[in-house]
């Protein structure tokens, strides 16, 4: 992985359990489709964090292998999963796994990939997918930034005030070239909507979960929670703020 990038989120873990958005049954759906996934199929969510997808393939039945790097998260997914004998927890990197050869049905990548080493990500997941005809999936959670007034003013925020928000966007995926990941360039992009629906508290955390909002209890910070205020004040309908994304699937294979 990128430098530093395994250690961006450890002082964020909580707010990150509590507020994070979670993805459509959709996309879900949508993934166990095209992928003919059944219910002894092993998926390996890698860059899993907290788990926030590692559940929804297991409320499904299926067989996941969580590899994350950040103790900080991988044990929040732990304790959360400790009763599911189908969750099992892997210290691993995109780059360096540790899973065995030639052991999944499907990988998937939920709001990590850009933070992975591509070249090395890819011959890692060429090592552990069962055959080629397994796929992996690229997903993101897109904020979109200018469906609404708060939308455009939250993230000029984000743009004024975040520590490194424009170089550590993955929105803007730079440096992503899915044609050079995916084999013979080939690979489909999938599309489904989803929100969140906040009031200040929840808004607040939703921010403070970002690696690039300043820490909560700095000065920064502090100020930062002050104009996130102002923003929620402005434009809150009976006390709630809706924040909107885009699910992106990119699917295809390495091998």
């Given amino acids: ?26 996309a879900i759906n949508y993934l166990i489709s095209e992928c003919e996934l059944n219910p002894g199929s092993k998926i390996a969510d890698v860059g899993s964090g907290t788990g926030i ?3 929804l393939l ?6 996941v292998y969580g590899v994350e790097p950040n103790e900080d998260m991988r044990l929040s997914a732990e304790s959360l999963f400790s ?16 899973l065995t050869t030639h052991s999944m049905d499907l990988i998937i990548c939920a ?14 997941f060429k090592r552990i997918l069962k055959d080629d005809s397994k796929y992996v999936a690229l997903i993101w959670n897109n904020r979109l930034t200018h469906v609404d007034p708060f939308a455009k003013s939250y ?4 743009q004024d005030k975040g520590t490194d928000y424009k170089e550590v966007n993955h929105q ?25 629906t906040f009031d200040y ?35 809150h309908v009976n006390g709630q703020i809706e924040m909107r994304y885009e699910t992106e699937i990119y699917l295809g294979k390495v091998c």
């Avoid at 990128?2 to 959709?26: A, I, L």
């Avoid at 009763?83 to 540790?98: C, L, P």
């Avoid at 993230?155 to 984000?158: A, E, G, M, R, V």
């Fill in 201 to 235: 508290e929840g808004l607040s955390g939703r921010a403070f979960s970002s690696s690039y909002v300043p820490a909560e209890h700095t000065d920064a910070g502090i100020e930062f929670a002050r104009l996130l205020k102002e923003l929620f004040n402005q434009y």
């Fill in 83 to 98: 009763e599911n004998k189908n969750f099992i927890s892997v210290t691993g990197t995109a780059e360096d796994t540790t």
């Fill in 172 to 196: 803007h995926l730079k440096g992503v070239n899915f044609q050079s990941f995916f084999k013979y360039g080939e690979y489909t992009l999938s599309k489904f909507a989803n929100k969140q």
């Fill in 58 to 63: 297991l409320d499904k039945g299926y067989t």
């Fill in 1 to 26: 992985m990128k430098t530093d990038s395994t250690q961006r989120f450890t002082d964020r873990v909580s707010n990150y359990v509590k507020y994070r958005p979670s993805y459509p049954k959709e």
């Fill in 111 to 124: 709001q990590a990939f850009h933070w992975f080493n591509a070249e090395e990500t890819q011959k890692e």
């Fill in 155 to 158: 993230d000029q925020l984000l």
């Fill in 53 to 55: 997808f590692s559940a």
